[in-house]
């Protein structure tokens, strides 16, 4: 099994500030490969590993939850908590090509953090095989387009702080939205505007509190990610 080693320690924002949100409302939608996740996988740990990769069973959680992903298989095996994780979810458009949404963003993201080339590419393969021709090669084209900006996005964001203040965050976004328009042009909203969009109003809402309820930035941006985790996970 293979983690992503391009991934740094604070992708799109700090793990300070998204990886309460991510864990709690988005980790079942990302890891079963559900549309759409409300954040995508963050890397927040100097291993490397995505917020999302630590609270899969196996993969960095502290505590497993439900069965033991290590478990033995009658035969002696040992499973893998790969095995669990649902297969991307491709759809086509109209015109027999790839359909573009933030689901595609987060299978993409999923794919590139768990598996190595060869392998995601055969799980890309796989989901595929029933679209048209042109949907299949779009699908590889994104992938190799995301493989490309996550070694870009390593190189922009550089070393980053274990404690960041929101406005490290905020210029860490800006890099994000900057490199993802760069490398996936008009495709970029439609794959990342939503994940965007709740990571900009969370840094809002932490900023807000601190400034009119004189809270420390750890509390303001706890209370902001409870605010927001309670109105996604009220939506149906």
């Known amino acids: ?73 009658p035969g002696g095996q040992l499973t893998s908590p790969l095995d669990h994780v649902a297969p991307p979810v491709f759809k086509a ?5 790839l359909h573009i949404d933030a689901q595609a963003g987060v299978d993409i993201d999923r794919l590139t953090g768990l598996y190595g080339r060869d392998e995601a590419l055969q799980k890309i393969a796989e989901a595929v095989q029933a679209l048209p021709a042109q949907a299949q090669r779009e699908a590889r084209g994104l992938y190799a387009q995301y493989a490309q900006y996550n070694q870009a996005l390593t190189t922009a964001l550089g070393p980053t ?50 400034k009119t309820r004189k809270l420390s930035q750890d509390e303001a941006i706890g209370q902001a990610q409870a605010r927001l985790g309670q109105e996604l996970a009220s939506k149906p």
């Open 1 to 73: 099994m293979r983690m992503s080693q391009r991934r740094v320690s604070a992708v799109a924002l700090a793990a300070a500030v998204l990886v309460a949100l991510v864990v709690a409302v988005g980790i079942g939608l990302w890891a079963q490969g559900r549309a759409p996740a409300p954040a995508t996988a963050v890397a927040s740990s100097p291993s490397g590993l995505s917020a999302a990769m630590q609270a899969m069973p196996g993969l960095g959680a502290s505590r497993p939850v439900g069965a033991n992903p290590w478990a033995l298989l």
């Open 93 to 97: 458009n109209a015109r027999g090509g």
């Open 161 to 210: 702080s274990d404690s960041p203040s929101l406005d490290e965050a905020r210029q860490q976004l800006q890099t994000l939205r900057a490199l993802r328009a760069q490398y996936f042009g008009d495709q970029a909203d439609a794959l990342f505007g939503q994940e965007e969009a709740l990571q900009q109003r969370l840094l809002d809402d932490a900023a807000e509190l601190m």
